[in-house]
């Protein structure tokens, strides 16, 4: 909903103030942030995205783990996949560095991240 929405952009917007292109938050913080943004179904502003994606993008995407490359795999493709035009172009109007990352992240080849199994489907099974 809208007001999801709205809390997400302020969450990160508090986020994002309180980072510097010298301090950035760490990989797996912008990683858990992704994650969130995709399970809200939220595609925040421009700027919000360019910032978030920023520090990400300053990993290769050979170091991500199989995890990681899930999470900004599925979120870009979420993105791709907006009915809303604006929402849908967004990674589009990215500097054209960062659509090099994410068509990377498309592109690259890994085995797809399976979730482990909890004790209790390992012990479902036996």
């Not at 797996?28 to 502003?45: A, K």
């Not at 592109?107 to 797809?112: D, E």
Request: aromatic residues 4%; contains cysteine.
């Amino acid at each position: 909903t809208d007001e999801v929405g709205a809390d997400a952009r302020e969450i990160l917007d508090r986020i994002l103030a309180e980072t510097t292109p010298e301090r950035p938050l760490p990989l797996e913080d912008s990683v858990v942030i992704v994650q969130s943004l995709l399970l809200s179904g939220n595609v925040p502003p421009d700027k919000q995205l360019r910032h978030l994606l920023t520090w990400v993008a300053g990993a290769r995407v050979p170091q991500l783990s199989s995890q990681q490359l899930a999470v900004l795999r599925q979120y870009s493709l979420f993105v791709l996949a907006q009915a809303d035009e604006n929402a849908r172009g967004s990674l589009l109007r990215m500097p054209v560095e960062m659509q090099r990352f994410v068509s990377e992240l498309l592109c690259h080849r890994s085995p797809s991240y399976v979730p482990a199994s909890s004790d209790t489907t390992r012990a479902d099974r036996k």
